[in-house]
DNA sequence: TATGAATGAGCCTTCATTCAT
DNA sequence: GATGAATGAAGGCTCATTCAT
């Protein structure tokens, strides 16, 4: 069980490719193993079986986040700045990682969870970063006092996700990253008046 | 392929039941017909194959959620009311059918055109309703103008959404419908102070 | 997984057959369903898998093998008669049922033995007959009492399965059940003589 | 393909002990390199494929066996020396190696063409022994005349291969070779009383 | 209508064997 | 000689689907 080998990085992109084209279940090891250009058997140098190249792709996929997402919100300043760079990262992975997108989306919601560890610990990287995000910003006097955390971390965690999903379902023609400032107004500004 | 029968019912309410707790594609045509107390070849006299089982899964889920919705809307006179009956009746729906809602979960956010049609007919429904509740928002003055409404959509249903997610995740174990009022909140509101 | 059906016996005596030839490791399942008549995913009907069929066949050999030992010993008065009996009921079986025969004595050595329980089982049978049969040989004074009677079992059932042995060997050519005369005579004589 | 270099005798001597473990059919070419402590393609090096390994374990077991066997009888002065030191070397034999007693008497049983060869030449070496000692018994006037020869030879294999085969069966956890002794007690005197 | 035994295509996985280094 | 990564044929098993009853 090689990793980290130019192989097991083929494989493993063959994989998402295909995972992204049919869904983990209607894909089979040997059209995998066509995409990568290897012969079938070569596929378990490397992995153990099928569930685990699902698996290892969503631990590299949440490993990239988690770096990607810590650095984020460490180049922002105030509170918004933050949140907006966390969006901005967000949708930016997924825009130049369309098939990672697609897996990603597709199977994090499957109630039958391969991957239930790597996405439980994404869910919980996100989490926290808004947690630190609404503290500050409550402190920065930005973000109002009188909130549910938990709750905003799902409104914001869900719009971005669905602004995802309806990307990857409109056939990734518009851009992604320009969606995040609008995002972040709603997020700050709600869809009310003043006066609401 | 007779509808409507008694027995198109029970396997369907049967097949949502399997579909909930193994996930469509781990789901066999004979655990199917198991639970529903019939032979696996009577399943094929109600349905042209396994896929038309899911397909007509989601049928009577959006249909049904459709009337929810359209009827939730007309109860509500200001848009905040609508709003908020709108969401109300989301998560009602959900918590009141939980194996329902870990398919529509589950298998809407799969890439699999299968079931593309009625989700894109429930997506749209939404959308409808949505844009019309902001419009008379926007008309009545509790709603302000300069929104990007395709995304205010998003905003919205993508969070409601992930509440719902959540809720499944976590074993069902809070109340669902109590999370619609907070809800509202933030939308309307924003998490941003007004200066912000 | 029923049993005892026609198809139940047609594929156990197609596999036995199959083993017999080509040896439990070297059959394969579409060998067995082909010899049988029926198709490959037929046989799970009734086997759980590959080494049930083994163990299966085993089974039923050794019920009948079972069988057919108390009721020869049973036919004859004196120990010797009986003794008699039972290697004319062993020969007699094995001689009618080649196939049998074969995958019994093969997979019965193997180390790897998945079919430890029914050999355990005709294994303390024989060697019950055996005791019983020396038993009553010494209170009717027709068998010496200074014998260590485990060694005596595998004298008798070493010699025959050597003998079953030679005789798959060999093509089967020659007639089995003449030999437990010759056979019965050894053990009791030995082959020295009397000033020996 | 080189032979009798120190890398033949430890691949030799490593799968016959990984046969012993599992069965020559589930033991695999990496098992057997592994307890070498060579790499997979080394093997084919020195032998000409999996069954080779086989076929040149039995071989070399029954070279040995043999030239065993032969010295023993040589240097017993009468029929029954000769034959109690035959059997006495037969067992020790196999006392001292474990390993090939459980190989050899594992797939000896097998219908296996494969082996067929060395089996056979070791069990005509028997043959010819057992024949040799018989005459010269008779000749001696130790053993009786009106025998089968054929039949003696499989009565005294076949009870040692089954006292063997026990040994292996329990463990090894008694002396084997002191069983030569009652075994040829027995093969003398047989069972019966004087009268019998 | 309803049944469920039977089918057989298809997939994951293993492993003997090869060959470039 | 020695290595071990790579190969791909082969086989056990599953399961959607059919059809005779």
Do not use: C
Not at 56 to 64: A, G, K, L, N, V
Not at 65 to 91: N, P, Q
Not at 93 to 100: A, E, K, T
């Amino acid at each position: 069980m090689k990793r980290k080998t130019d192989k097991y990085e083929q494989i493993l992109t063959a994989a998402i490719r295909v995972f992204a084209d049919k869904g983990f279940s209607q894909s089979t090891i040997s059209q995998i193993a066509q995409e990568a250009g290897v012969a079938d058997g070569t596929i378990y140098l490397y992995f153990k079986n099928k569930d685990d190249i699902l698996v290892q792709s969503y631990e590299r996929m949440t490993d990239r986040a988690s770096d990607r997402f810590w650095k984020a919100v460490a180049e922002g300043h105030t509170a918004v700045e933050k949140l907006h760079h966390l969006i901005h990262a967000h949708l930016d992975l997924f825009q130049n990682d369309p098939f990672g997108a697609v897996v990603f989306q597709s199977e994090t919601h499957l109630q039958w969870r391969l991957v239930h560890e790597p996405i439980s610990r994404i869910s919980k990287t996100y989490r926290d970063i808004v947690s630190q995000v609404v503290d500050l910003g409550q402190k920065q006097g930005a973000i109002r006092n009188n909130l549910y955390v938990g709750l905003v971390k799902r409104l914001i965690f869900g719009a971005v996700d669905e602004v995802i999903d309806t990307w990857i379902n409109t056939g990734m023609d518009h851009d992604l990253v320009s969606m995040a400032e609008p995002l972040v107004d709603l997020f700050i500004k709600g869809i009310g008046t003043a006066q609401g």
